[in-house]
């Protein structure tokens, strides 16, 4: 029978794989939580309106992108393209942001139907934070200089470059996007299906055309920063001097717009060379109209989001991880005989108590000890405990490392507690 596979576009996370995800994803953890940021989970699946009111009618997530389909109650449903979206829906519904500042972040997966090629898939994972109720610019310092964290956790500072624009505010961009819609009408003979299509409906979304005769014609195209307003201007600027102090590096690029309608004011995204086409990692920016737009009373808000994938990517490319974090166990306990089975397994919780932190394989299926040593070896842990029979029917232990010292010793079982730490490094 044929088997079946996974959907193209969604991978699996092997085990070796997962380990470069945990650590990852521990950094994270570690870093949000030191600036106090709370986890918030919602669903994968939420009404397909809620991501047309917030992402925007004619963008490419809403028009081509999402997994849409009527569920048993024909009720319109989508898997979930990000996550802001559904933050602010989930934020909202259960009170979390009138008269109030929130400090957030989720993680997981989310849904689009692109074409697959190197670190663009159609199940990916996003790590994201959305900060509510401050107005900025402290609070977009504050989520930049985040994300600068994480950088220099996992080891990546040198290999990302900061891009950060000013879009203006809401009424700045209407004014913006009628004076494009014009000029674009008056160059239609130029345009792409998609151009025209997109010239009314959502001018700003030509800006992002990847034809190059559309690009000609856009060359000559007026220019959003001559339409954003003082008050926009004034909140860029404070954010750069505050960057400034804050010494992070940034470029400023006049062409960053983001692909999602709810942005406002200060837009940034990180990005690298070394990942080929798909060079973002990470984008975000103020999005003061989106809780109003759904529903909810006037909030401010700020966020951004990761993509986990690309960075695994880099962490993989730039070898990064640490060893001991791909390390999947620390001990492989090997018992000779069947004899033995209980005192191995004793043996194993023993020093899961004593030493909470290391990994302990007790072997189990039987077998020569010949062949539970290959699999010892394999297993990637870096001590081999072999529990063994002496002459005299008592039981000794044979500590072996696995490393290419070779080194080995044979010890008494109640002195484990003492010999462990000579051998190996226990602290993760
Ligand atoms: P966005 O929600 O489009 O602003 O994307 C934020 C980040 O998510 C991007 O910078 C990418 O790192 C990542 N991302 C977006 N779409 C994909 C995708 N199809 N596959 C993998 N990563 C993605």
């Not at 190059?212 to 201007?233: C, F, K």
């Not at 990637?380 to 000794?396: C, H, K, M, P, V």
Request: charged letters at 25%; a negative charge; hydrophobic letters at 35%.
């Amino acid at each position: 029978m044929e088997k079946l596979q996974a959907i193209r576009g969604m991978n699996d996370i092997l085990p070796e794989q997962s380990l470069t995800w945990q650590y990852l994803e521990s950094i994270f953890q570690k870093v949000v939580a030191g600036y106090g940021y709370q986890e918030i989970r919602f669903p994968v699946l939420e009404q397909t309106q809620l991501f047309k009111r917030s992402i925007g009618e004619v963008t490419d997530i809403v028009e081509k992108e999402m997994y849409t389909f009527d569920d048993r109650n024909g009720d319109s449903l989508s898997l979930r393209p990000e996550g802001t979206a559904v933050c602010v829906r989930a934020a909202d519904q259960h009170g979390l942001l009138y008269n109030q500042q929130q400090r957030l972040w989720y993680h997981g997966p989310m849904f689009r139907h692109e074409r697959p090629q190197k670190g663009r898939y159609r199940q990916f994972h996003q790590f994201g934070v959305e900060a509510f109720g401050m107005a900025g610019p402290d609070i977009d310092a504050e989520i930049i200089e985040l994300s600068k964290e994480l950088w220099r956790q996992l080891g990546l500072t040198d290999y990302l470059t900061l891009e950060i624009n000013n879009i203006g505010s809401a009424a700045d961009r209407k004014t913006y996007a009628a004076a494009l819609s014009a000029f674009l009408e008056t160059r239609k003979e130029s345009l792409d299906e998609d151009a025209i299509r997109r010239m009314h409906t959502n001018p700003m979304r030509v800006l992002d055309s990847k034809n190059p005769t559309v690009q000609q014609v856009l060359a000559g195209a007026p220019q959003l920063s001559a339409y954003v307003g003082e008050e926009s201007h004034e909140h860029y600027q404070k954010l750069t001097s505050l960057l400034d102090v804050l010494g992070i590096a940034y470029k400023e690029n006049g062409r960053l717009v983001r692909g999602l309608d709810y942005y406002n004011n200060c837009v940034f995204e990180w990005t690298t060379d070394i990942l080929g086409a798909q060079s973002a990692v990470c984008g975000g920016g103020r999005y003061d109209g989106l809780v109003e737009q759904l529903g909810g009373k006037p909030t401010v808000a700020a966020g951004f989001a990761i993509g986990e994938e690309r960075i695994v990517l880099m962490l993989d490319e730039l070898n990064k991880v640490p060893a001991q974090a791909l390390r999947p166990i620390d001990i492989y306990v090997v018992v000779s005989t069947q004899n033995l089975s209980a005192q191995g397994l004793e043996l194993a919780t023993e020093i899961r108590k004593s030493h909470p932190s290391l990994g302990v394989l007790c072997h189990c299926g039987g077998g020569k000890p010949a062949s539970q040593m290959k699999r010892a070896f394999a297993s990637g842990a870096q001590l081999a405990i072999i529990l063994e029979e002496t002459d005299s029917a008592s039981t000794q232990l044979k500590l072996r490392m696995l490393d290419d010292s070779n080194r080995s010793e044979i010890i008494d079982v109640d002195q484990i507690g003492s010999k462990l730490e000579e051998f190996i490094v226990i602290s993760r």
